[in-house]
């Protein structure tokens, strides 16, 4: 359905970026984002909701106690980190079913209903194919022969190596005014995201409670992350028919908006409620599983390159630096490697280019090799 | 010298006049008359005397005759009556009175008439005699028809009827008016062309008057009921503006109110965007017409929902009216005859949906000879055949439209778009024939199909299907029937098949059976009875769900069947009190019996519909009640004539409906479903109130109306916040019942003649919805009332059309609306890295207003009348300013950051030029 929209475009049809004429603002409402992984340690995260034309970080909630709860009424207390995060090391949980709760500063009760522990089954593979433009389509395959529920959920990070435009070999000391050899690498460096769009699949109307090439990633063939080595982890979650259902209106309402025949966007409620004002909005919901992953690698040689790679890069210019000016050399820019002496040994001079397209940590990445890198 | 001509002919005709008056043994009356109009004068004279008077009612209306006479002769009567005026009488061999003005009549042609001899004078003057008498035969036309035999029967009134029918191609002529002036007594034909009309005895003057038609009269002479065929001329020239013609007085004189109806030549000029001239692109121009945005086929009428319009087809209902996700209408212009649209004051003979009743008639196929025609548009071609199967008795039509949209996108670029398919058809087929005189027959047949995939991923396909048979039986001139019978199906079918282990296909269909009897009593002058009965079966498969291919590993699930049989009883009496009053009663009785096979889940009581508090399953066998319904539906509609021009109007009326569609989506989406009443999903109901003003101006060309109403609709379908309705068992759980209320005015200027016409209206509308359940979860908005979809509260259309000359014209047409309701974010915040929204109430806010401008020019051939083909061409640019109107906005989550975005479906001028001939 959502591909209706290109029907449009083709009768001339378009979507323009709209801003609706001061949308009111209402109160911040408590959100409360957070799985608590029965093999790991877990986090939970407390924020605020707010205005849509804010464009700070979300108001983190601190101060606050979070507790998980199970059935007989004992007591888990996570430990307020950073930034609204509340952890929590890796416990035994032996109960079947637990809730969460969250006292906030002022002193507001909020819990979530009770939630099974569901465990996930392990990823049976990681796959993917060419596309027909030549891009990359990830799927995920899996299956459970031991639960009936058949709900699933995938988060994954990918991670993916890049180049800047050019390596650095040598470094400008400002103070003395003098050129070094570069110690560390700013040509490597290493970017990791996070899955931004919910990825939910239920096998209920199958036979068997399997996941067949499910559609996790596409990326394109003139993508950077493609360039060099990409590297993709994916998390499975198994959640319950409560969580799939909460998930799926998320994601109908908030990514499967905008065609002819999209669904009306409405309100959805999570599993928490306030205790202390029952009509108090609160956001987010509860679970409690386990989660498998699996990691795969693409390197460029398994992949046909494109003429061009879509990188910041694209612009970037190198300039000569001669020897003689060196003294005076000054500006946004980093020295790259030396100009050779066309007629002996040596150089006579370095080539520099602007910081932003010599320092690959510039554009988001690390230069440490993850340790998962091979 | 031409002068002079005429004088000499006046003389003789006087004289000529004087002695056959003369030659009369005359029979001599007495009487007295004080200030009489003279039809009083002339009826007296016809009670007393042989003779019979012809005129013109128009040129007598000032005439008043004071005389007091004794033993005189007719003749020496009407001397004296009409001594110093410009009447002039001519009296026949028949004892036929003609009564003209300036001249008198010849009533026989000159003895020398057919001789070849005389003098060169006498030529000349034979000459200009002839040129009179063509003025006499062109009276003589309009002779006297005799009805009935004199003196059978004591009443005095009786009644004609007979069917109207296109001279040209045998076609009946729907809603012509048959009418005499003084006193004003008119019907309309029916759908069959048929009427029946009741008159004082006596001599009248018919006049048929229909759009499209030239006008007719005819001179009856009614002795007792009887039967009287009229064949009118077509006009040949459709691009003069015929239209409405007898529609105007309509307005202001019929009974009925809040009826719209649109004819064939109207809509051909409404520009359109890709082409087609599209029945329900004209409907929406009318007041009280709304839809949530273009592209969509589904219509608001009066604020409600647009499952609650009927939508016939031949009388046989269709559950989809779309094409290519609405771009077109289901129903192919070029075989459509008629469509009426009533928003209220819906009489009894229809019901089953509860805002309004969209009735479109095909054509009959020409009795008498051959004939096609067809168009070629950018994006679709169409084609239609007719022709006698026996000449003047039995004749067909068929007509195919398609689509080469498959084809042009494949010619596309974009691998998007290559992959993508769409498609569509349509086939009709007609057939009638005449048995006898009395019995009629009418068989048609329809089928539409649509399939459409994009990007190559999951197709979908609807069809609509029907069959219609009809008998039309007169039993005498005052009572006829109708009986129908006829089949409407509807299915739809999503298959994917890209991952063959999930592969599947899921369908839908509805069969519905219809029979009914339609009958219409003509009691007398005063009294029009209409009464009959009707049942409908509905068999619904609400979902089928099976898995393609050897690897899928889908499992078949089929929800259950639903059935049901609504019938109904209706009788109903159109009462003309007095010229200035008249009324209309009906009632309509329906009945709807929801029967098994069938397993119905038992919700705990108290506890809101979930799965949880499912306690019990109740299994029905084959044909069992399963739950029951129905009751009165009462319509009224009076009418009252303030002065000639003006009258204003009221009615009521009560609707029941007992099949309701299912979507959560803004507009109709091809995979909506349709949903039968049962236990828990309770029938709606529809009260409407309506009061309107109706003036027309002295010449009749501009008519203005305004119409108020205020609407209640019980047990309206909501849905719950992402309520699952496809292949849910037990969707009573995820629907919501609702209250709804609209109401609004509708003002509406129409010039209806001249090179210049067209109308202008304005609509302010509202339609609310409160939805307060006995839990949160069933209460919306805290159970306040809250705009529905379609609330649009202020919208204004003109539609104008010129004409330069008879090739050349053009239409403009203008719409302006209020955006439509929609829910907003209020907030953003952050789930697992990703920015997600915070909804407000919802539709508490609107999209921006919608304005668009289409123009079209419109080029006939030349207007010889025998030529191999008529050929047209329209040109027309739709959203001349290329406005970017908003059909959604929405905001989404993408790349983890919420961005809002307007859709709109048009956002350029989009310019079309079609192709039309017929032959």
């Given at each position: 359905?959502k591909?209706?929209?290109?029907?449009?475009?083709?009768?001339?049809?378009?979507?323009?970026?709209y801003?609706p004429?001061?949308?009111?603002?209402s109160?911040?409402?408590?959100?409360?984002?957070?799985f608590i992984?029965v093999?790991n340690?877990?986090?939970?995260?407390?924020s605020?909701s707010q205005?849509?034309?804010d464009?700070?970080?979300?108001?983190?909630?601190?101060?606050?106690?979070?507790?998980?709860?199970d059935d007989?009424g004992?007591?888990?207390?996570?430990?307020e980190?950073?930034?609204g995060v509340y952890?929590?090391?890796?416990?035994s949980?032996?109960?079947?079913?637990?809730?969460?709760?969250?006292k906030?500063?002022n002193?507001k009760?909020?819990?979530?209903?009770?939630e099974m522990?569901?465990?996930?089954p392990?990823?049976?593979s990681i796959?993917?194919?060419?596309t027909?433009d030549l891009?990359v389509?990830?799927?995920?395959?899996?299956h459970?022969?031991e639960t009936?529920?058949?709900?699933?959920?995938?988060t994954?990070?990918?991670?993916?190596?890049?180049?800047?435009?050019?390596?650095?070999v040598?470094?400008y000391?400002?103070e003395?005014?003098?050129?070094?050899?570069?110690?560390?690498?700013?040509?490597n460096?290493?970017?990791t995201?996070k899955?931004n769009?919910?990825l939910?699949e239920?096998?209920t109307?199958?036979?068997?409670?399997r996941?067949?090439?499910?559609p996790?990633?596409?990326i394109?063939q003139?993508?950077?992350r493609?360039?060099?080595?990409?590297?993709?982890?994916v998390?499975?979650y198994?959640?319950?028919?409560?969580?799939f259902?909460?998930?799926?209106?998320?994601?109908?309402?908030?990514?499967?908006?905008?065609t002819?025949?999209?669904?009306?966007p409405?309100?959805?409620t999570?599993?928490?409620k306030?205790?202390?004002n029952?009509?108090e909005?609160?956001?987010?919901?509860?679970s409690?599983?386990?989660?498998?992953?699996?990691?795969i690698?693409?390197?460029?040689q398994?992949?046909?390159?494109?003429?061009?790679y879509?990188?910041?890069?694209?612009d970037c210019?190198?300039?000569?630096?001669m020897?003689?000016d060196v003294p005076?050399f000054?500006?946004?820019f980093?020295?790259t490697?030396?100009?050779?002496n066309p007629?002996g040994p040596?150089?006579?001079g370095?080539?520099?280019?602007l910081?932003?397209?010599v320092d690959?940590r510039?554009?988001?990445?690390v230069?440490?090799?993850?340790?998962?890198w091979? | 010298?031409?002068?002079?001509h005429?004088?000499?002919?006046?003389l003789?005709f006087?004289?000529?006049?004087?002695?056959?008056?003369?030659?009369?043994?005359?029979?001599?009356?007495?009487?007295?008359f004080?200030n009489?109009?003279f039809?009083?004068?002339?009826?007296?004279?016809?009670?007393?005397?042989d003779y019979r008077?012809?005129f013109n009612?128009?040129?007598?209306?000032?005439?008043?005759?004071?005389?007091s006479v004794?033993?005189?002769s007719?003749?020496?009567?009407?001397?004296?009556?009409f001594?110093?005026?410009?009447?002039?009488?001519?009296?026949?061999?028949?004892?036929?009175?003609?009564?003209?003005?300036?001249?008198p009549i010849l009533t026989?042609?000159?003895?020398?008439?057919?001789?070849?001899?005389?003098?060169a004078?006498?030529?000349?003057?034979?000459?200009?005699d002839?040129?009179?008498?063509?003025?006499?035969?062109?009276?003589?036309?309009?002779?006297?028809i005799?009805?009935g035999?004199r003196?059978?029967?004591?009443?005095?009134?009786?009644?004609?009827a007979?069917?109207?029918?296109?001279?040209?191609?045998?076609?009946?002529?729907?809603?012509?008016s048959?009418?005499i002036?003084?006193?004003l007594?008119?019907v309309?034909?029916?759908p069959?062309?048929?009427y029946?009309i009741?008159l004082?005895?006596?001599t009248?003057?018919?006049k048929?008057?229909?759009m499209?038609?030239?006008?007719?009269?005819?001179?009856?002479?009614?002795?007792?009921?009887?039967?009287?065929?009229i064949?009118?001329d077509?006009?040949?020239l459709?691009l003069?503006?015929v239209?409405?013609?007898s529609?105007?007085?309509?307005?202001?004189?019929?009974?009925?109110?809040?009826?719209?109806?649109?004819?064939i030549k109207t809509?051909?000029?409404?520009p359109?965007?890709?082409?087609?001239?599209?029945?329900?692109k004209?409907v929406?121009t009318?007041?009280?017409?709304?839809?949530v945005g273009?592209?969509t086929?589904g219509?608001?009428?009066?604020?409600?929902?647009?499952?609650q319009?009927?939508?016939?087809?031949n009388e046989?209902?269709i559950?989809?009216?779309?094409?290519?996700?609405?771009?077109?209408?289901a129903f192919n212009?070029?075989?459509?005859?008629?469509v009426?649209?009533?928003?209220s004051g819906i009489?009894?003979?229809?019901?089953?949906?509860?805002?309004?009743v969209l009735d479109?008639?095909?054509?009959?196929?020409?009795?008498?000879?051959?004939?096609?025609?067809?168009g070629?548009?950018p994006i679709?071609?169409?084609?239609?055949?007719?022709?006698?199967i026996?000449?003047?008795k039995?004749?067909?039509?068929?007509g195919?439209?398609?689509?080469?949209s498959?084809?042009?996108l494949?010619?596309?670029s974009?691998?998007?778009l290559?992959?993508?398919?769409a498609?569509?058809?349509d086939l009709n087929?007609?057939?009638?024939?005449?048995?006898n005189?009395?019995?009629?027959?009418?068989?048609?047949g329809?089928?539409?199909k649509?399939?459409f995939?994009l990007?190559?991923?999951t197709?979908?396909?609807?069809?609509n299907?029907?069959?219609?048979?009809?008998?039309r039986?007169?039993f005498?001139?005052?009572?006829?029937?109708?009986?129908?019978?006829?089949?409407?199906?509807?299915d739809y079918?999503i298959?994917?098949?890209?991952?063959?282990?999930?592969?599947f296909?899921?369908?839908?269909?509805i069969?519905?059976l219809?029979?009914k009897?339609?009958f219409s009593?003509?009691?007398n002058?005063k009294?029009t009875?209409s009464?009959?009965?009707?049942?409908i079966n509905?068999k619904l498969?609400p979902?089928?769900?099976s898995?393609t291919?050897?690897?899928?590993l889908?499992?078949?699930?089929v929800?259950?069947?639903?059935?049901a049989?609504?019938?109904a009883?209706?009788v109903?009496?159109?009462?003309?009190?007095?010229s200035?009053?008249?009324l209309?009663?009906?009632?309509?009785?329906?009945?709807?019996?929801?029967?098994g096979?069938r397993?119905l889940?038992?919700?705990?009581?108290?506890?809101?519909?979930?799965v949880n508090s499912?306690?019990d399953?109740v299994?029905y066998?084959?044909?069992e009640k399963?739950s029951?319904?129905g009751?009165?539906?009462?319509?009224?509609?009076?009418?009252?004539s303030?002065?000639?021009?003006?009258s204003?109007?009221?009615?009521?009326n009560?609707?029941?409906?007992?099949?309701q569609?299912?979507?959560?989506?803004?507009?109709i989406?091809?995979?909506?479903?349709?949903?039968?009443s049962?236990?828990y999903?309770?029938?709606?109901?529809?009260?409407q109130?309506?009061?309107?003003y109706?003036?027309?101006?002295?010449?009749?060309?501009?008519?203005?109306s305004?119409e108020a109403?205020?609407?209640i609709m019980e047990?309206?379908?909501?849905?719950?916040?992402?309520a699952?309705?496809?292949?849910?068992?037990?969707?009573?759980?995820?629907?919501?019942?609702?209250?709804?209320?609209?109401?609004?005015?509708?003002?509406m200027?129409?010039?209806?003649?001249?090179k210049?016409n067209?109308?202008?209206?304005?609509?302010?509308s509202?339609?609310l919805?409160?939805?307060?359940g006995?839990s949160?979860?069933?209460?919306?908005?805290?159970?306040?009332?809250?705009?529905?979809?379609?609330?649009k509260?202020?919208?204004v259309?003109?539609i104008?059309n010129?004409k330069?000359?008879?090739?050349f014209s053009?239409?403009v047409?203008?719409?302006?609306?209020?955006?439509r309701?929609?829910?907003?974010?209020?907030?953003?915040?952050s789930?697992?890295g990703?920015e997600?929204l915070l909804?407000?109430?919802?539709?508490?806010y609107?999209i921006?207003?919608y304005?668009r401008t289409?123009?079209?020019l419109?080029i006939?051939?030349?207007?010889k009348?025998?030529?191999?083909?008529?050929?047209?061409?329209s040109?027309s640019?739709?959203?001349?300013?290329?406005?970017?109107n908003?059909?959604s906005?929405?905001f989404?989550?993408?790349?983890?950051?919420?961005?809002g975005?307007?859709?709109?479906?048009f956002g350029?001028a989009i310019p079309?030029i079609?192709?039309n001939?017929?032959?």
């Amino acid at each position: 359905m959502k591909r209706l929209a290109f029907m449009f475009i083709f009768l001339s049809g378009c979507i323009d970026p709209y801003a609706p004429p001061g949308l009111k603002s209402s109160e911040a409402i408590l959100v409360i984002d957070g799985f608590i992984d029965v093999t790991n340690e877990s986090t939970i995260k407390l924020s605020r909701s707010q205005n849509l034309t804010d464009n700070n970080l979300p108001k983190s909630e601190t101060g606050a106690t979070v507790w998980v709860e199970d059935d007989n009424g004992n007591n888990f207390f996570l430990s307020e980190g950073l930034d609204g995060v509340y952890s929590l090391p890796a416990q035994s949980f032996s109960s079947i079913k637990y809730r969460l709760n969250v006292k906030t500063s002022n002193s507001k009760l909020y819990v979530s209903d009770f939630e099974m522990v569901t465990l996930s089954p392990p990823i049976d593979s990681i796959t993917w194919s060419l596309t027909d433009d030549l891009g990359v389509q990830i799927h995920a395959n899996t299956h459970d022969p031991e639960t009936t529920e058949g709900f699933y959920r995938w988060t994954f990070d990918e991670t993916w190596l890049y180049r800047s435009a050019f390596s650095s070999v040598y470094v400008y000391d400002f103070e003395s005014h003098s050129v070094a050899l570069r110690a560390d690498d700013i040509y490597n460096c290493w970017r990791t995201a996070k899955s931004n769009d919910l990825l939910i699949e239920s096998t209920t109307r199958l036979s068997e409670n399997r996941v067949s090439q499910y559609p996790i990633a596409y990326i394109k063939q003139d993508d950077e992350r493609l360039r060099f080595k990409y590297s993709i982890l994916v998390k499975q979650y198994a959640i319950s028919k409560n969580a799939f259902n909460y998930w799926q209106q998320l994601k109908k309402t908030t990514e499967d908006l905008g065609t002819l025949f999209g669904p009306l966007p409405s309100q959805v409620t999570g599993n928490f409620k306030s205790i202390s004002n029952p009509d108090e909005p609160v956001i987010g919901y509860f679970s409690i599983g386990s989660t498998t992953s699996s990691r795969i690698f693409i390197p460029w040689q398994q992949l046909i390159a494109p003429p061009f790679y879509n990188t910041p890069y694209q612009d970037c210019e190198s300039y000569s630096l001669m020897m003689q000016d060196v003294p005076n050399f000054s500006g946004p820019f980093l020295l790259t490697y030396g100009i050779p002496n066309p007629n002996g040994p040596g150089i006579i001079g370095y080539y520099y280019g602007l910081t932003s397209c010599v320092d690959c940590r510039l554009s988001g990445g690390v230069n440490v090799e993850p340790d998962f890198w091979e | 010298m031409k002068l002079a001509h005429s004088f000499l002919i006046c003389l003789l005709f006087t004289c000529l006049a004087i002695t056959q008056a003369f030659s009369q043994r005359d029979k001599l009356i007495s009487g007295e008359f004080r200030n009489q109009p003279f039809s009083q004068l002339v009826r007296e004279l016809e009670q007393k005397t042989d003779y019979r008077f012809f005129f013109n009612q128009a040129s007598v209306d000032s005439l008043v005759v004071t005389i007091s006479v004794s033993n005189k002769s007719v003749s020496e009567i009407l001397d004296e009556v009409f001594r110093n005026s410009e009447y002039r009488y001519a009296i026949d061999e028949n004892q036929y009175v003609y009564v003209t003005t300036q001249e008198p009549i010849l009533t026989e042609l000159p003895s020398d008439f057919f001789s070849r001899t005389g003098s060169a004078s006498d030529r000349l003057r034979r000459k200009t005699d002839n040129s009179r008498f063509e003025d006499a035969e062109k009276v003589k036309i309009e002779k006297l028809i005799t009805i009935g035999v004199r003196g059978s029967t004591n009443k005095t009134t009786a009644s004609i009827a007979g069917y109207v029918r296109n001279k040209k191609s045998g076609e009946p002529v729907i809603g012509a008016s048959v009418l005499i002036e003084n006193p004003l007594i008119g019907v309309a034909t029916d759908p069959n062309g048929y009427y029946s009309i009741t008159l004082p005895k006596g001599t009248h003057q018919l006049k048929i008057r229909s759009m499209g038609m030239k006008n007719s009269e005819r001179n009856v002479l009614l002795h007792s009921d009887g039967k009287l065929n009229i064949e009118m001329d077509e006009d040949v020239l459709p691009l003069k503006e015929v239209v409405i013609e007898s529609e105007r007085d309509e307005r202001v004189l019929g009974l009925q109110m809040g009826l719209e109806r649109i004819d064939i030549k109207t809509m051909k000029q409404i520009p359109v965007a890709l082409g087609e001239a599209d029945i329900l692109k004209a409907v929406l121009t009318l007041p009280g017409v709304q839809s949530v945005g273009e592209a969509t086929v589904g219509f608001n009428v009066r604020g409600g929902a647009t499952d609650q319009n009927l939508i016939l087809f031949n009388e046989a209902t269709i559950y989809n009216p779309s094409h290519l996700f609405g771009f077109f209408s289901a129903f192919n212009a070029d075989l459509i005859k008629n469509v009426e649209l009533y928003k209220s004051g819906i009489p009894a003979e229809y019901g089953g949906r509860i805002s309004s009743v969209l009735d479109v008639t095909t054509r009959e196929g020409n009795k008498r000879k051959w004939g096609g025609s067809g168009g070629i548009s950018p994006i679709t071609g169409r084609f239609a055949l007719e022709g006698p199967i026996v000449k003047d008795k039995s004749s067909f039509l068929i007509g195919g439209r398609s689509t080469y949209s498959d084809w042009i996108l494949k010619q596309l670029s974009s691998s998007q778009l290559k992959n993508s398919e769409a498609s569509f058809y349509d086939l009709n087929l007609n057939i009638s024939h005449e048995i006898n005189s009395k019995n009629n027959i009418y068989a048609s047949g329809y089928i539409s199909k649509d399939r459409f995939k994009l990007q190559g991923d999951t197709s979908y396909s609807y069809s609509n299907k029907v069959i219609s048979a009809k008998w039309r039986h007169i039993f005498s001139n005052k009572f006829f029937g109708v009986l129908t019978g006829n089949y409407s199906g509807y299915d739809y079918t999503i298959s994917s098949e890209n991952n063959p282990v999930n592969a599947f296909d899921l369908s839908y269909t509805i069969q519905q059976l219809q029979a009914k009897a339609d009958f219409s009593y003509f009691l007398n002058a005063k009294h029009t009875l209409s009464f009959g009965v009707s049942t409908i079966n509905y068999k619904l498969s609400p979902g089928t769900l099976s898995p393609t291919g050897s690897e899928s590993l889908v499992i078949p699930d089929v929800l259950q069947n639903e059935q049901a049989l609504e019938s109904a009883l209706y009788v109903g009496d159109n009462f003309e009190v007095s010229s200035k009053l008249s009324l209309y009663g009906g009632l309509r009785y329906s009945l709807y019996r929801n029967y098994g096979p069938r397993d119905l889940y038992v919700y705990q009581n108290g506890s809101p519909k979930d799965v949880n508090s499912i306690i019990d399953t109740v299994s029905y066998s084959a044909g069992e009640k399963i739950s029951t319904s129905g009751g009165p539906e009462v319509r009224l509609s009076a009418r009252y004539s303030l002065l000639r021009n003006t009258s204003i109007k009221i009615s009521y009326n009560r609707m029941r409906q007992y099949i309701q569609m299912l979507s959560n989506t803004t507009a109709i989406s091809p995979t909506d479903i349709w949903k039968l009443s049962d236990p828990y999903i309770k029938p709606l109901i529809g009260d409407q109130l309506s009061v309107g003003y109706y003036r027309n101006s002295r010449t009749k060309s501009i008519e203005v109306s305004i119409e108020a109403y205020y609407k209640i609709m019980e047990n309206f379908l909501d849905y719950k916040g992402g309520a699952e309705l496809i292949l849910n068992h037990h969707i009573e759980t995820d629907v919501l019942n609702s209250m709804g209320k609209a109401y609004g005015a509708e003002f509406m200027v129409k010039k209806t003649s001249g090179k210049l016409n067209g109308w202008f209206s304005y609509t302010y509308s509202r339609s609310l919805i409160k939805t307060k359940g006995d839990s949160d979860a069933e209460t919306i908005n805290r159970g306040e009332y809250y705009p529905s979809n379609y609330d649009k509260p202020h919208s204004v259309n003109f539609i104008g059309n010129y004409k330069f000359n008879r090739r050349f014209s053009t239409s403009v047409n203008m719409v302006y609306s209020t955006g439509r309701p929609i829910t907003l974010p209020l907030a953003k915040y952050s789930i697992d890295g990703s920015e997600r929204l915070l909804y407000s109430d919802r539709n508490q806010y609107r999209i921006p207003d919608y304005f668009r401008t289409d123009v079209s020019l419109n080029i006939e051939g030349n207007h010889k009348i025998r030529k191999l083909a008529h050929s047209f061409w329209s040109i027309s640019v739709y959203n001349l300013t290329g406005r970017r109107n908003a059909y959604s906005v929405y905001f989404k989550s993408e790349n983890g950051v919420v961005n809002g975005y307007k859709l709109s479906i048009f956002g350029n001028a989009i310019p079309t030029i079609t192709y039309n001939f017929k032959f």
